[in-house]
C-alpha cells in the first residue's frame, strides 16, 4: 500500500496542542504541522510570541482558523485543564499533543543550585506529566492520538554540567515509556524525540552571534548544527499515521551526535 503510506503523513482534520511553541523548534512543530492539514493550539508563556506564529501559520497555510495561541504555563496543573479545555472548545477534538517547553540550566554538580534543579524537573518533567494526564481524556474522545515527549540527547546519555537538565530529560524517557503502556491498547501512543544540537534561542549562548547554520561545528558528525526543522520531520511522522505500530520508543534527530 505504496500510496496509502505515501497519504498518512497528511493530518488533514487533525488538532494538535504544542507547547513552547512561541519560538525555536516548537514554533517549527506548529509551521510543519499545520502545513500538513492540522488545526494548531499553539501555547507558551509568551502569549505574544505564540500569537505572532499563530498569525504566520494562518497567513501561510491561508487557513484563517488554522491556528489558536494561548497563554500557558506547563507546570501548572490548572493551566492545563484550561488549554486542553480550550482546543477542544475551539476545534473539537485533540489528537496530538507534542510536550515541547523546556528549560536549559547548567552548572557542575556541586554548584547546582536546588531550587533551580526543582524548577528544571517542574517544568521538563512534571510539566508532561500534566500534559498527559490533560490531554487523555481528549485523546480518547478522538478514537486514540499521538503524543510526543521532547526530550535530548542529554536523555540519552551523561553531559558535564546537565545534572539537572539531563535529570528532567531521563525523567522523560522513563515517563514515556511506561505511560505508553498505560494506555497502548488505546491506540495512544507515547514517544520522546531526542534532538542533538538545534539553532534556537535556547542555546543561543553556545551558538553566539551571526549564521550558526553556516559555520561547521566539528564535533558533530553531520558537521552542522540541526534546525528546527530536522526535528520537524520526525514529529510530523510520530503525529501521523505513518507511526501507527510506534510507541514507547525513542528516536535521535541528532546528526549522529549520540551515537558518538
Ligand atoms: N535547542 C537545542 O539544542 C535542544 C537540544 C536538545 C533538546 N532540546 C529540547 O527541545 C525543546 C525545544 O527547545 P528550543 O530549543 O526550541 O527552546 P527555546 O528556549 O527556543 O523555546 C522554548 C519555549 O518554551 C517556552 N517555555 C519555557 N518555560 C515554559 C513554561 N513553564 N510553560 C510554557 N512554555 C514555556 C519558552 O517561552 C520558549 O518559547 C525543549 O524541550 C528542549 O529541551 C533543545
Do not use: C
Amino acid at each position: 500500500m505504496p500510496a496509502a503510506l505515501a497519504r498518512s503523513t497528511d493530518l488533514t482534520g487533525r488538532v494538535a496542542l504544542i507547547t513552547g511553541a512561541a519560538r525555536g523548534q516548537g514554533a517549527g512543530h506548529a509551521r510543519t504541522l499545520a502545513a500538513a492539514g492540522a488545526s494548531v493550539v499553539l501555547t507558551d508563556l509568551d502569549e505574544a510570541g505564540a500569537e505572532a506564529v499563530a498569525a504566520s501559520v494562518r497567513a501561510a497555510t491561508g487557513r484563517p482558523d488554522a491556528a489558536l495561541a494561548l497563554r500557558h504555563d506547563v507546570a501548572d496543573a490548572a493551566d492545563w485543564e484550561r488549554v486542553v479545555a480550550r482546543a477542544v472548545e475551539r476545534y473539537g477534538r485533540l489528537d496530538v499533543l507534542v510536550n515541547n517547553a523546556a528549560l536549559w540550566r547548567t552548572a557542575p554538580v556541586g554548584e547546582q543550585d536546588e531550587e533551580e534543579f526543582r524548577t528544571l524537573l517542574s517544568v521538563n518533567l512534571v510539566g508532561p506529566f500534566l500534559g498527559i494526564r490533560a490531554a487523555l481524556p481528549a485523546l480518547r474522545a478522538a478514537g486514540g492520538g499521538s503524543i510526543i515527549n521532547i526530550s535530548s540527547t542529554a536523555g540519552l546519555k551523561g553531559i558535564p554540567g546537565h545534572s539537572a537538565y539531563g535529570a528532567s530529560k531521563f525523567g522523560l524517557r522513563g515517563l514515556t515509556r511506561s505511560a505508553a503502556l498505560d494506555v497502548a491498547a488505546e491506540g495512544i501512543r507515547i514517544n520522546t524525540v531526542h534532538p542533538g544540537m538545534i539553532d534556537t534561542p535556547m542555546i543561543g549562548a553556545v551558538t553566539g552571534d551571526g549564521d550558526a547554520t553556516a559555520r561547521d561545528w566539528p564535533h558533530i558528525p553531520a558537521r552542522r548544527i540541526g534546525t528546527p526543522e530536522d526535528v520537524s520531520g520526525l514529529v510530523l511522522f510520530l503525529a501521523s499515521d505513518a507511526s501507527a505500530y510506534v510507541t514507547g520508543a525513542e528516536f535521535a534527530v541528532d546528526g549522529g551526535l549520540g551515537a558518538q
